[in-house]
């Protein structure tokens, strides 16, 4: 290695100043963390100073980004004189400068994943290096969690370097026991301009390409301004060419450059390359510029302040790109690019207030992503459980259970995680499992050709993402046409993913014409849960998993019967509607972006008993049905149910609604009250609770025996509403008690007249209530009393009517004193009726007797 031209070409850059103090810290140290601002060069001299210290192996750098992947190599080449591929090369997505020579590889993450895989020694490796770990991706911390487990157990020799510009290295210093060595930078001083006023996020490409003009007219230098997407990107774009085509003739030679990462290689470079001489250059970039690239001749960064985040739901089990508000560290980072060759300018499109609110960090993409991918290659690295790998930021658990659940049912692992032959096969494929199962699970070499065109559309940007068609054939079928003609334009990297693929899978190009429903079919495989029926709204659907989902009524595929879905929108409504407009399921509605007709008879059902109870018709419900998810294909009656099962239905229907299927009636409810007496007045007896909720929650335990009875098991709310209810309840209770209840609770008491008059313990009374006409009390000296004597009766003396005429619990106080009241106006209503001036005395009677 050529120490000499290394430092000849790259010495002045501050890294240089490190790169002894790093090599021998690992002499001693097997991890460590390099912190170095932007432009110190950390990511071009110290991997070639390394060379040095490591003269045996190879040494890994990985980037977060293809672009930046590519770019570094090509620089460190430089350096050394010497084409990509010799001494330094890359490896990322579908493209591999490599060769036997190389020393250096750089590459994107989930290549060391794979890597990782296929050979968890990592043989030939002496070091791997994490280049701009702040951006915490998830494939970066999946590959340092693996690369650490191969260290701690077969490869203590092994070299971790963590890099990075605006990190917390304190916290993974003490995670991986590292040390930290810290580079001064070689920034130039950048002014700050904020904002007036916030800018709404609709118009951001608007006011990026207004201060993009203001700044240009002001300052010298190349202009780089951060976007949060491709639409963004091109709409500002479209400004900026119609204003600067008037511009002065000083602005005409201004080159405006879109940079995002669906672009191809070569305007990628053009994007980054030098400007010409006599040309200002005005780069319109994603966060793809926030780090390791290096735009000669920046001196203005636009920052609008935002950018496109995967956010992962786990209620759909979808994830979908949101547009959000940087961190601090972020626009750190993108204010760091004004100041690489000279004083810069850095227009910050939010206040200074707004910025208080922002984010110190970004958070770790791990806590909140799609972990699908991540668990199937733990599962191939020969890990069944993720939470024993060494994270230094843990996986939230929900996630990683809804990713297991999903690879469970793609037949990727076993119930206890391990991986299963196809999921070892799908493991090899640099795709998300669901993709990888579609491509795997393809029979012939025309379906697996059409497999691999299906997962390139779904992985890129929809080049018909303006039209209101959802047809994924019709998008095939011109890509196959595009493709014969060669003649691809915006399909040329969706075709170039499909070769990649076909690769892979080892089949031929096919152009013939498409089969709409075979597409389905390949889109069922990978999204089982979103294989959609038509309901009875005209383009409402319900997936297999119970959502609602809806299909513009001017898009063919809304005349569909069933459909399997590749893309969706979960939080968009139905046009003209709104959110207090019902839809015909409880599930959520989303919005179809990409779809396929599918054939039932192609995808496979299983067998389901619905043995439920319908509250409407209230009966049991019993039906074979053939089922895909929770939808029904067809069904037919059930005659052979489980009577167990059948009972344990009514019970739980009876928890929620045993007010109306059972007979609450009159009789029922005194039972309860008088049982509910004693229980208040003796808890010591521990008497069973007869309140209705109280039942209704236990019915499983006491109402099995009565549904089947006679051979007939009672199925219908009018077989229930015969049950006894009283004489069940009573039966709940133990012989003993029964008695005790009688006795301290009697149900009648027998008054003078020989009449049996029932107690009513009424619930809230302060005392058992009998009701009793007051001609049948002549003769009864003391007041009637329960509870062996400690409840006094609280006596509802009545008129020969039955209206109440008196209360007393001092029936000896009411003869003396207010009988006299009472019988002068009986005697005016009830004229016939007898009405003795000495109660006590005058026989008791039950109607009329007539005075002498």
């Excluded at 990509?84 to 990322?92: D, I, S």
């Excluded at 203005?300 to 560290?329: F, N």
């Excluded at 009998?770 to 004597?789: I, K, N, Y």
């Excluded at 003869?815 to 106006?825: A, G, H, I, L, P």
Aim: hydrophobic fraction near 40%; proline fraction near 6%; aromatic fraction near 6%.
């Amino acid at each position: 290695m050529n120490y000499d031209r290394i430092q000849q070409q790259a010495g002045h850059l501050p890294a240089f100043q490190i790169a002894d103090a790093i090599n021998s810290t690992l002499k001693e140290s097997a991890n460590l963390v390099v912190t170095a601002p932007p432009g110190a060069g950390k990511s071009t001299v110290l991997p070639l100073t390394l060379l040095e210290a490591t003269p045996q192996g190879r040494i890994l750098m990985l980037e977060p980004r293809r672009l930046a992947a590519r770019q570094i190599a090509e620089r460190m080449a430089s350096i050394l004189g010497e084409p990509v591929g010799k001494t330094v090369g890359y490896r990322v997505r579908f493209e591999n400068k490599v060769s036997s020579e190389t020393r250096i590889e750089v590459l994107t993450e989930g290549i060391l994943t794979r890597m990782l895989i296929h050979d968890a020694t990592l043989e030939g490796v002496s070091a791997v290096i994490f280049d701009e770990f702040h951006e915490r991706s998830i494939n970066s911390d999946l590959a340092l969690a693996l690369t650490r487990q191969a260290q701690e157990i077969i490869r203590p020799d092994l070299k971790i370097i963590i890099m990075s510009a605006t990190i917390d290295a304190s916290a993974i210093c003490e995670a991986l026991q590292a040390p930290l060595i810290e580079s001064e930078g070689r920034m130039f001083s950048v002014e700050t301009v904020y904002s007036e006023t916030d800018i709404a996020r609709y118009d951001i490409y608007k006011e990026v390409a207004a201060t993009i003009l203001k700044a240009a007219d002001r300052y010298e230098g190349d202009i780089l301004a951060f976007l949060p997407g491709q639409s963004e990107i091109l709409k500002c774009k479209e400004i900026l060419d119609a204003s600067l085509s008037r511009a002065s003739a000083e602005l005409s030679v201004t080159q405006v450059y879109p940079l995002y990462g669906n672009l191809p290689p070569e305007k990628q470079r053009l994007a980054i390359a030098p400007s010409c001489e006599g040309e200002r250059k005005i780069v319109l970039a994603t966060p793809i510029a926030e780090t390791s690239l290096t735009i000669e001749g920046v001196r203005i960064v636009v920052d609008s302040g935002l950018c496109r985040k995967q956010v992962y739901d786990a209620r759909t089990g979808l994830s979908h790109l949101e547009t959000v508000t940087i961190s601090k560290d972020m626009a750190t980072q993108r204010k760091g690019r004004a100041g690489r060759v000279a004083e810069g300018i850095c227009y910050r499109l939010w206040t200074q207030t707004s910025e208080h609110l922002m984010e110190d960090q970004r958070r770790p993409e791990i806590e909140e992503a799609d972990l699908t991918s991540m668990v199937l290659d733990i599962a191939a690295f020969g890990e069944n459980n993720p939470q024993s790998l060494l994270w230094l930021t843990p996986p939230p658990g929900s996630n990683l259970l809804n990713a297991k659940e999903l690879l469970l049912s793609l037949e990727a692992i076993e119930p206890d995680g391990s991986i299963t032959p196809l999921g070892r096969k799908m493991a090899t494929l640099p795709c998300h499992p669901r993709i990888a199962k579609m491509m795997m699970s393809s029979e012939s070499s025309a379906l697996k050709a059409l497999a691999c065109d299906v997962a390139a559309l779904l992985e890129e940007k929809d080049p018909m993402s303006d039209s209101e068609d959802s047809d994924m054939a019709l998008r095939l079928s011109i890509l196959r046409s595009q493709r014969q003609k060669n003649s691809l334009g915006r399909w040329a990297r969706i075709a170039q993913i499909a070769q990649e693929y076909r690769r892979m899978l080892k089949v031929k190009e096919d152009n013939e014409p498409v089969d709409a429903e075979e597409v389905g079919r390949l889109i069922a495989l990978a999204y089982p849960e979103r294989i959609a029926m038509a309901i009875d709204n005209i383009g409402h659907f319900r997936m297999s998993n119970g959502k609602t989902i809806f299909i513009d009524s001017s898009d063919a595929m809304s005349a569909q019967q069933w459909l399997a879905i590749a893309s969706l929108n979960v939080s968009a409504q139905p046009s003209g509607t709104n959110a207090s407009t019902p839809l015909p399921s409880s599930g959520k509605a989303g919005r179809v972006f990409l779809s396929a007709p599918v054939n039932i008879i192609d995808l496979p059902t299983h067998e389901f008993d619905n043995i439920s109870w319908d509250s409407k018709a209230g009966i049991i419900r019993m039906q074979r049905e053939r089922r895909i998810g929770t939808l029904v294909v067809d069904s037919k009656p059930l005659q052979d149910a489980d009577k167990q099962q059948i009972i344990h239905i009514l019970c739980t229907a009876i928890r929620k609604e045993g007010l109306s299927m059972l007979d609450w009636n009159e009789d029922v409810q005194w039972l309860q009250r008088r049982v509910a007496k004693v229980r208040e007045w003796h808890p010591e007896m521990e008497l069973p609770d007869l309140s209705t909720a109280h039942l209704m929650e236990t019915a499983g335990k006491w109402l099995p025996f009565y549904l089947d009875q006679g051979g007939k098991l009672k199925t219908s709310t009018a077989e229930l509403r015969k049950l006894n209810l009283p004489e069940i309840l009573w039966a709940q209770i133990p012989y003993e008690q029964q008695q005790e209840i009688d006795r301290l609770a009697p149900t009648h008491i027998v008054v003078p007249s020989g009449s049996h008059i029932r107690i009513d313990y009424r619930q809230g009374a302060e005392a058992p209530i009998l009701s009793v006409r007051l001609q049948e009390c002549f003769g009864m000296t003391q007041t009637p009393a329960v509870d062996d004597g400690r409840q006094p009766l609280l006596l509802e003396l009545l008129s020969p009517g039955f209206k109440p005429v008196q209360l007393t619990q001092d029936l000896a106080s009411f003869w003396q004193s207010t009988y006299f009241e009472v019988r002068k106006e009986l005697k005016r209503r009830y004229p016939k009726h007898f009405w003795p001036e000495n109660p006590l005395e005058s026989e008791a009677v039950r109607g009329v007797k007539r005075k002498k």
